[in-house]
């Protein structure tokens, strides 16, 4: 099986966290078009930065 560490659980829960809030706020979001863009923008950016801290972290360590 996969050999996670407790910092790497909390780092995948928080991103399917993040994910699944999207996900479930902008189905419902009943409003213009471009701020519904705008808002999917501004959330994959912050889980990019998430994603992209991650593996600087990781390559830190070594």
């Not at 701020?35 to 501004?42: A, E, F, Q, S, T």
């Amino acid at each position: 099986m996969l050999d996670l560490t407790a910092k790497k659980l909390i780092f995948l829960l928080l991103l399917t966290v993040v994910s699944a809030g999207a996900f479930g706020t902008f189905a419902e979001l009943e409003t213009n078009v471009l701020l519904k863009c705008y808002g999917l923008i501004l959330v994959l950016q912050a889980g990019f930065a998430l994603v992209y801290l991650g593996y600087y972290r990781r390559r830190r360590e070594f």
